[in-house]
Nanobody
Framework: VRLVESGGGLVQAGGSLRLSCAVS????????MGWYRQPPGKERELVAK???????MLADSVKGRFTISGDVTKSVMDLQMNNLRPDDTDVYFC???????????WGQGIQVTVAS
């Protein structure tokens, strides 16, 4: 199973970026997909996730600024990030979770840098 991430980069505060993730190599689509980030010295934290039934979860810190979309039944997901702030700077990781079927897999991570 491979998670292919794209997007990210450097943007000025207030700008926008879009992250995309696609799963390949799996015979079954995941139950949910999500984006996480790991601030220095802290545990990896949920940014946003979307479930196969369409239910969406967003971290409080990104509500009103980030939008997650995609089709988990097709193993693809996007994260539109608007009004970015310097504290959004981090490596963002895509996760696809099959639950008890085969667990969760992670992408390699993609850098997002927001300059003040």
């Amino acid at each position: 199973v491979r998670l292919v991430e794209s997007g990210g980069g450097l943007v000025q505060a207030g700008g926008s970026l879009r992250l995309s993730c696609a799963v390949s190599g799996a015979d079954v689509h995941p139950n949910e997909m999500g984006w996480y980030r790991q601030p220095p010295g802290k545990e990896r934290e949920l940014v946003a996730k979307i479930r196969r039934n369409g239910i969406i979860m967003l971290a409080d810190s990104v509500k009103g600024r980030f939008t997650i979309s995609g089709d988990v039944t097709k193993s693809v997901m996007d994260l539109q990030m608007n009004n970015l702030r310097p504290d959004d700077t981090d490596v963002y990781f895509c996760q696809a979770d099959w639950g008890t079927w085969m667990g969760a897999f992670w992408g390699q991570g993609i850098q997002v840098t927001v300059a003040s």
